[in-house]
């Protein structure tokens, strides 16, 4: 019994790495589900919504066992995602020993996510090819770069300090829109709002929108509308967060 709990424990585990890295629901409960028959359950009934999973599990000899898991934060990490699908995969043909599970858990959990360099590089050319798409100039375009660093570390700070995240994105959109507004000021950029939008870009929170649809769609009712909520307050506190600089300066330069 005690091993087939650390199992069904070590289960969750995976479900829990799938859902924490922005993964839909129906992928979350499908793979608990192939894992648990893969280790010998012959039932599986999993709920999964975006702040919690409850796994029931009867085991070939009639025990039944149930575990759950609270989830307490959200991101998006396509790399996790593809970890995780591929150690499923390898457990369902063969499955593999608890230590061994364990261990290939960790290697996921904490696995390289690449050189440093690509995201605040990424962060650049978004930001500046938005402002330029929008109607911008090769100036606003420059300038919404520049902003873009500021959006970079300050989201890095506030994932040292586990900042929350509804307050870190109203807190970004923030200071963006102030730098923003400086690099008009000192004559940099030309059009405000087209630096502001290129910035806008990167904060919206589009995967877990079309996530929070798909959840829906096939037929994750609740999960699907709190994610949707939960992308609905990101925007919000995005609007909110420039609002208040602009506010506060009058809406000019």
């Known amino acids: 019994m005690q091993q087939q709990e650390q199992i069904l424990c070590a289960i969750l585990d995976a479900g829990e790495l799938l859902l924490t890295a922005g993964a839909e ?7 608990i589900r192939r894992m648990a028959a893969a280790y010998g359950f012959g039932r599986a009934d999993v709920l999964t919504i975006t702040a919690s999973m409850i796994v029931t599990a009867q085991s070939n000899d009639g025990a039944v066992l149930t575990q759950t898991r609270r989830i307490l ?18 457990v369902c043909a063969h499955p593999m020993p608890l230590e061994q599970f364990h261990a290939r858990l960790d290697a996921v959990r904490h696995m390289d996510d690449g050189p440093r360099w690509r995201q605040p590089i990424a962060y650049l050319i978004i930001a500046g090819a938005f ?3 929008f109607g911008g100039t090769w100036r606003d375009g420059i300038a919404a770069m520049l902003c873009s660093i500021v959006l970079y570390f300050i989201g890095q700070m506030g994932a040292r300090i586990d900042l929350q995240p509804l307050v870190l994105t109203t807190f970004s959109a923030a200071a963006m829109c102030l ?3 400086v690099t008009v000021w000192i004559g940099l950029g030309q059009g405000l709002d087209y630096i502001i939008i290129g910035n806008i870009m990167l904060l919206i929170p589009g995967i877990a929108f079309v996530t929070s649809l798909r959840d829906m769609i096939v037929g994750d009712t609740i999960s699907g509308l709190l994610g949707a909520f ?5 925007a919000l506190a995005i609007a909110a967060g420039c609002a208040l600089v ?4 009058g809406g000019t330069v």
């Open 73 to 90: 934060r959200r991101e998006t990490n396509m790399r996790q995602i593809e970890a995780v699908n591929a150690l499923s995969r390898e």
């Open 179 to 181: 730098a923003a507004i």
């Open 131 to 133: 402002a330029v798409f």
């Open 246 to 249: 602009l506010m506060q300066l």
């Open 230 to 234: 939960e992308a609905l307050l990101r």
């Open 25 to 31: 629901v129906a992928r979350v409960e499908d793979t």
